[in-house]
């Protein structure tokens, strides 16, 4: 899909400095602003990419919550390089300073708010510019549209009901009308799919680019569709969709903002409209010839095994530039940091004694290993096939491992038949590893054991559990030395098309209560498994699970369509939402965060699990606090329960 997305957008500072009254007030200065902004198109197209400038970024662990505030990745109390993202996880939240606070735009998050007022003073002013087209005119107001509804939905997912900033307001308006409401939930919902709606019924947008040079990353049809699916599917989630735990939460009008009491017809026309949205966005990428997805097909390391390719087209559908998955992708994230921390300490053993540089510190807890199926298809405690109470004791690797596990060498039961998407996403401790510098199929591994040249030796560089996010990290990157780079970069993706497939056979399964229903459902969950080598869902499960009509119930395959969406993007920042909107945050958060014995060097102890933390994360913790500050600026601002 590679005309569809990554921008070479110049990104300018904001000519706006935020009010010090309330977020929606705009200052006097904005007519100077604006008459300068918008007096030609040169001007102009410097505001309309500031409006793309405020889009939350992807793929930078220090702006985006999302990739080190779960659970997913975790870093010791040492790390000193992601301080902001460590304490989310930690559970350190708090109201008086909030961190990733996007309300506001400060500890990490950027003032979304700030760009909704930029996008409207461009929304209101773009008519001025005297000398640009009506074509690129209209082209420019849809996209700044999408913007503006995109930062919106934003915040609500953090934030639940906000105040909607339709338009600006002014520091003349008196304090009745500045100090607003936060919005109900019906309203948001209803706002941001209706401005999604607005903008798609004027066929405004590119289908696809048109100077790949200037335009890859600007939103396209597809993008818009998509952000729209993507919306509908979390709106219509149990978090949002009439949520029961926040009754009671009024503000001073007495209105109840969450919109908690709903029937569950009125539920599942959320999910119909949902599955409908999906679909549309689906049928469109169809039609322009985009809906495969992609398949590494290189021949830079010759003739290599079916094993290896396969797991260079998982890895790829991440890290490849312009790859056929890829909906839109955000090119001011090209990943270096988040590469460099998922990068062993080392892959030789003449350098064991080498006191590398500040690499090797991301860590992936025993919990998200075990998320991975197994090599027939199906969860771990489900594989009838498989000892899970054996996952831990060690075991020699043979040669039908051969592409998977170094033959001869011993690891833990858990690493033997997985899935091969594991193999691709996760290092370990005589894992093989293909790539960074090494054109070997079966020769490269992490040797990690206490005193090994993968081991953990000093402080800055210390990896807590054991395991490596092998997935993020391009197999062109090479480290070597203690400081020496060469990076492969890539810009990071917001929306890659198997997301839309299994949102659909989501919204299909929660929508129709029907075989019919499910069945489609299953076709779509089967195209993202049949890319990752592995066998339908009905096949697996009949002959595999222990529960083998699992996929006929609606319930069943609720669990099925989650695991393979935790599956599928691990490591991309889905699991911190996707937890939160299906309200099993508190479930799996509250899990105690374990690894490996990093002391022992005796394969019989190093594979004893061994715990590192156990957060507390409570209802109220699924929606980030509004600042203090705000709450005393503003009296009419409704604080989120429990903070």
Request: charged share 25%; with cysteine.
């Amino acid at each position: 899909m590679k005309n569809l997305r990554y921008p070479v957008i110049i990104f300018f500072f904001s000519f706006i400095t935020a009010c010090n009254n309330y977020l929606d007030v705009v200052p006097d200065m904005i007519a100077t602003i604006e008459d300068n902004a918008f007096s030609m198109r040169s001007q102009a197209e410097k505001f309309f990419f500031m409006c793309y400038s405020y889009l939350p970024m992807s793929g930078s662990y220090n702006d985006d919550p999302a990739l080190l505030g779960g659970d997913e990745i975790w870093l010791a109390t040492q790390y000193t390089g992601a301080n902001n993202p460590k304490n989310l996880a930690l559970g350190a939240q708090r109201s008086d300073s909030p961190l990733f606070d996007f309300w506001r735009g400060i500890n990490g998050g950027r003032n979304l708010y700030r760009g909704i007022s930029d996008c409207n003073i461009f929304l209101a002013n773009i008519d001025r510019v005297p000398d640009i087209t009506l074509e690129e005119r209209n082209r420019w107001v849809a996209e700044v549209e999408v913007i503006k509804a995109w930062l919106h939905f934003y915040l609500i997912r953090m934030y639940g009901p906000i105040p909607i900033k339709d338009v600006n307001l002014s520091v003349q308006d008196d304090t009745e009308v500045t100090h607003v409401f936060r919005n109900t939930m019906d309203e948001c919902v209803e706002y941001c799919v209706n401005k999604m709606d607005d903008v798609l019924s004027r066929n405004h947008l590119m289908i696809t680019v048109n100077d790949q040079a200037t335009e890859l990353g600007r939103i396209t049809k597809g993008v818009a569709l998509t952000m729209k699916a993507k919306m509908l599917v979390t709106f219509a989630s149990p978090l949002f969709n009439g949520n029961t735990d926040y009754a009671g939460l009024t503000d001073r009008r007495g209105i109840e903002i969450f919109n908690p009491n709903k029937t569950e017809e009125e539920k599942t026309a959320l999910w119909i409209k949902a599955a409908g949205a999906c679909k549309e966005a689906i049928d469109f990428f169809t039609e322009i010839g985009q809906s495969e997805l992609y398949r590494y097909t290189g021949t830079q390391f010759g003739n290599i095994s079916e094993q290896t390719r396969l797991k260079l087209s998982i890895r790829g559908s991440l890290v490849e530039r312009w790859n056929d998955d890829v909906i839109w992708a955000d090119s001011r994230s090209w990943p270096q940091a988040y590469q460099l921390q998922a990068y062993p300490r080392d892959f030789n053993a003449t350098q064991a004694n080498s006191q590398t540089t500040n690499r090797n510190n991301f860590a992936v807890p025993l919990k998200i290993v075990d998320q991975f199926y197994t090599k027939n298809g199906v969860p771990v405690r489900e594989d009838k096939t498989w000892d899970y109470n054996s996952r831990f004791t060690p075991k020699i690797a043979g040669t039908d491992q051969l592409y998977y596990l170094q033959v001869g060498e011993a690891t833990a039961g858990m690493f033997f038949d997985r899935e091969p998407r594991l193999y691709a996403s996760i290092g370990f401790d005589r894992g093989i590893w293909f790539g960074q510098g090494n054109s070997s199929e079966t020769g490269q591994a992490p040797h990690a054991r206490s005193g090994e040249y993968s081991g953990n030796q000093i402080s800055h560089s210390w990896n807590v559990t054991g395991m490596w996010p092998k997935k993020v990290l391009h197999w062109l990157t090479v480290c070597s030395g203690t400081t020496t780079v060469t990076y492969t970069r890539y810009p990071f993706p917001v929306f890659r098309l198997p997301e839309l497939y299994l949102m659909y056979a989501e919204a299909l399964n929660e929508a129709y209560n029907t075989q019919e229903a499910r069945n489609e459902a299953i076709y779509y969950i089967d195209l993202v498994r049949d890319r990752a080598g592995l066998k339908g869902v009905e096949e697996s499960w009949t002959n595999y699970s222990n529960d083998p009509t699992r996929y006929q119930r609606q319930n069943g395959l609720r669990d099925i369509v989650r695991q393979e969406k935790l599956i599928e993007f691990v490591f991309e920042g889905h699991r911190f939402w996707d937890l939160r909107r299906w309200k099993m945050a508190m479930d799996e958060y509250n899990k105690p965060i374990t690894g490996w014995n990093l002391e022992a060097s005796d394969p019989a102890l190093y594979y004893r699990e061994t715990w590192i933390y156990t957060r507390n994360f409570t209802p109220r913790d699924y929606f980030w606090p509004v600042s203090d500050e705000e709450i005393l600026r503003n009296k009419n601002t409704l604080q989120n329960y429990g903070w």
